[in-house]
């Protein structure tokens, strides 16, 4: 690793931001991924220079040269994490270390440089400061914060770039699901799977979404909300939704969720859940879970709840899955109290209404 352990960040606020009138109009219905604030972090790498330049500067749009590595390979990692706004006023990040360390998790399974952890956390800490009036009021909003990076040198041979651009943007958002905390249903892919082992399932890379636009098309088009992967090997393990993890409880309260194998997102929402259920005194499992032992299990009890988790999601449960076998419905297709209670736990601590033991809030 080269650069970057103690940078400076040059501020150049912008000079036109957005009146506090329209960002209130905004702030009062962010929805999801559609509105971003005033600035955006920009760190540039090059070999032999190592990262350089770190900035927070108006967001504008980069200039790109059509030849840039990223537009033909998909040489790109990126993070997603929430800050949220303190009973205090006080402004708290969840678990920015553990997204810092997926990022550089990432860029290691993608051939790209490691930003060093610190760095991460400073340029999150700038856009937060900056940003600060753009927490969305309430209960239900907080601040998405999008770190990524990107190949950028001008080179069409296949082969690591040996420049790249870091940036984060920031974006105000309510729920990830119109219907708020209402039961998703789910379609079971028979055509697509979505990492393979020795693939880059557990790196957080666009390449691996866009394999999974036309899954997610297809669940669309059967009337289901998000897509659920099968394993690439026997086409008959759950690995995980489009953009989420999957939980499973069982009738005696025992969760069981997919192993970390290599081709799921090793989520920090599924992680803290494990922490938080751990702590409850519930029995983990993390064990390969069939299509056939979900779909008998809802059937016959056992299987009393499942839902989906991940930063944009948070824990939303799911009533109705779909498969080209036909569809069932876990449980009475509601939302199961067990489901219920985590969500409570994680979104008290994350808001800082409840005690941290685990030292997940980073006070910004
Ligand atoms: N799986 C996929 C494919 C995801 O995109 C996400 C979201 O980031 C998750 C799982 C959940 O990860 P996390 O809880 O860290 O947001
Ligand atoms: C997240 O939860 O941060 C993601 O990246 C998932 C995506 C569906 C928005």
Request: net charge negative.
């Amino acid at each position: 690793m080269s650069g970057g352990d103690n940078l400076e960040f040059e501020i150049r606020p912008n000079p036109a931001p957005v009146s506090d009138a329209e960002r209130n109009t905004l702030l009062a219905n962010p929805g999801f991924g559609r509105i971003f604030t005033d600035h955006m972090v920009t760190i540039r790498y090059a070999d032999g220079k190592g990262w350089y330049e770190p900035r927070v500067e108006a967001r504008a749009p980069i200039p790109m040269d059509p030849a840039s590595a990223v537009l033909h390979y998909a040489q790109e990692i990126f993070e997603g994490l929430k800050a949220y706004t303190l009973p205090d006023g006080g402004i708290a990040m969840f678990r920015p270390d553990a997204n810092a360390n997926r990022f550089a998790q990432s860029a290691q399974r993608m051939a790209m440089p490691q930003l060093p952890g610190e760095t991460f956390l400073q340029s999150l800490r700038e856009i937060i400061t900056i940003d600060r009036d753009w927490l969305p009021p309430g209960d239900e909003g907080s601040l998405y914060l999008r770190p990524f990076a990107y190949a950028s040198e001008v080179f069409l041979g296949v082969r690591p770039s040996m420049e790249y651009l870091y940036l984060v943007i920031a974006s105000p958002v309510g729920p990830y699901f119109s219907g708020g905390v209402k039961p998703v249903s789910v379609w079971v892919t028979p055509d697509y799977t979505r990492a393979a082992p020795g693939g880059t399932g557990a790196a957080k890379c666009g390449g691996n979404y866009a394999a999974g636009l036309s899954a997610q098309a297809e669940a669309i088009e059967n009337g289901c909300d998000q897509v659920v992967y099968l394993d690439a090997v026997e086409r008959k393990y759950i690995d995980e939704l489009g953009g989420m993890n999957v939980v499973f409880v069982l009738d005696d309260g025992t969760l069981v969720t997919p192993p970390l194998t290599g081709t799921i997102l090793p989520g920090i929402t599924r992680d803290s859940i494990i922490k938080l259920a751990e702590r409850d005194g519930r029995k983990v499992e993390e064990r390969p879970v069939s299509l056939e032992e979900w779909r008998s299990g809802a059937t016959s009890g056992r299987i009393r709840e499942a839902f989906a988790c991940g930063t944009a999601a948070v824990i939303t449960p799911i009533g109705a899955v779909k498969s080209a076998d036909g569809e069932f419905v876990v449980a009475d297709g509601g939302t199961g109290s067990v489901t219920t209670s985590l969500r409570k736990q994680l979104v008290d601590i994350q808001r800082g209404r409840a005690s941290d033991p685990f030292g997940w809030v980073h006070r910004v």
